[in-house]
Every structure is written in structure tokens, then in C-alpha cells.
């Protein structure tokens, strides 16, 4: 897989810190994070990214309304969902959002390759 520029949008600061070494591991670049839903909508804006991971739960704005606003204003974003929440309708919300998958925390980083790969449509 040809290496990802990154945006991580996550409230928790171990969680990022995670997910960029898993990231990092996997040959990809975080060009940056937000802690936010609406700092993810204006850090897609300034950072372009291939694809970003979006946790559900934060403050302000969650994931799913996040997503909606950057699929919005980029059609062509690539966003999975890393979150905590396992429960059906907020999957599918997210999904439905435009979401191309999602990974549920903890993840291992063989799932995540596997979720970055399908997200870009190279599995």
C-alpha cells in the first residue's frame, strides 16, 4: 500500500499517541491531529489528507457529525471510524455518514492495515 498522509481526530491523547505509532509502523505519515469535531472539519481543510481516523465520542462535535461535514465539503474524503462503541446504530450512522469502515479500541495493528486498506479500496 502506498504510504497515507493522516489526519487522527481523537479526544484522547493516548489514544492518538497509539494510533499514530500504529500508523507510523505501517509506513503511513500523520500530517496531523484534532481533539474536536469541529477541529477535524477545519484541520481537513488545512491539512489535505488521504484518509483520517475519526473517534465517535468527543467534544463539541461527535465523529458522525464531523464526517458528514467534511464528506460535505470533500466528497472525495476517505474516513474510518476508531472508536470504543460497538453498538449497531451508531456503526450504521456513521456508515450511513460516509464512513468507509470502522475499528473498534483497543485494535491491533494488523486490523487496522486491514480497515486502512479497505477504506482506500486496495484490499
Same mark, same amino acid.
Given at each position: 500500500?502506498?504510504?497515507?498522509? =493522516?489526519? $487522527? /481526530?481523537?479526544?484522547?491523547?493516548?489514544?492518538?499517541? &497509539? &494510533?499514530?505509532?500504529? &500508523?507510523?509502523? &505501517?509506513? @503511513?505519515?500523520? /500530517?496531523? +491531529?484534532?481533539? #474536536?469535531?469541529?477541529?477535524? =472539519? #477545519?484541520? %481537513?481543510?488545512? @491539512?489535505?489528507?488521504?484518509? /483520517? +481516523?475519526?473517534?465517535?465520542?468527543?467534544?463539541?462535535?461527535?465523529? $458522525? !457529525?464531523? +464526517?458528514?461535514?467534511? *464528506?460535505?465539503? %470533500?466528497?472525495?474524503? @476517505?474516513?474510518?471510524?476508531?472508536?470504543? @462503541?460497538?453498538?449497531?446504530? *451508531?456503526? *450504521?450512522?456513521?456508515?450511513?455518514?460516509?464512513?468507509?469502515? %470502522? $475499528?473498534?479500541?483497543?485494535? !491491533?495493528?494488523?486490523?487496522?492495515?486491514?480497515?486502512?486498506?479497505?477504506? *482506500?479500496? #486496495?484490499?
Amino acid at each position: 500500500m502506498t504510504p497515507l498522509n =493522516v489526519l $487522527i /481526530v481523537d479526544d484522547s491523547l493516548v489514544a492518538t499517541k &497509539l &494510533l499514530a505509532r500504529s &500508523l507510523e509502523e &505501517l509506513g @503511513h505519515n500523520v /500530517v496531523g +491531529t484534532a481533539k #474536536t469535531g469541529a477541529e477535524a =472539519v #477545519t484541520a %481537513y481543510g488545512a @491539512h489535505n489528507p488521504d484518509l /483520517v +481516523t475519526m473517534d465517535l465520542t468527543m467534544p463539541d462535535m461527535d465523529g $458522525i !457529525q464531523a +464526517t458528514k461535514n467534511i *464528506m460535505a465539503a %470533500y466528497r472525495d474524503a @476517505h474516513v474510518i471510524m476508531v472508536t470504543s @462503541h460497538a453498538q449497531k446504530t *451508531m456503526v *450504521m450512522d456513521a456508515l450511513k455518514a460516509g464512513a468507509r469502515g %470502522y $475499528i473498534l479500541k483497543p485494535f !491491533q495493528t494488523d486490523r487496522l492495515r486491514a480497515a486502512l486498506e479497505r477504506a *482506500m479500496g #486496495t484490499a
